[in-house]
């Protein structure tokens, strides 16, 4: 038997969406002393702030990669892309 997808209809933008989960992320971090926990926080923020960014770039009409993009894609570093280790031992 084949399973179905479930197919859910958003409501809202991604953009809302992000944004509402960053800010949500921030509230929680500042509850907390510092440590692990805040950190980990902090660093998801970042990563839907960054979400947000490639969201807005993505829907915009021939625009350039923004450069805070392209040195988080290694295209800023003169050594070139950081290379990738799946565990295969060589």
């Known amino acids: ?6 197919r859910y209809k958003q409501t809202t933008t991604l953009a809302l969406r992000l944004t509402r989960e960053a800010n949500r992320l921030r509230d929680r971090a500042s509850g907390l002393a510092p440590g692990p926990e ?20 993505l829907a915009s009409t021939g625009a350039p990669l923004p450069s805070d993009l392209t040195t988080l894609m290694g295209k800023g570093d003169k050594r070139g892309p950081a290379k990738l280790s799946h565990g295969s031992g060589v």
């Open 38 to 57: 805040q950190t980990l926080l902090l660093r998801k923020v970042r990563q839907t702030e960054t979400a947000l960014r490639i969201d807005a770039w």
């Open 1 to 6: 038997m084949v399973k179905r997808r479930r």
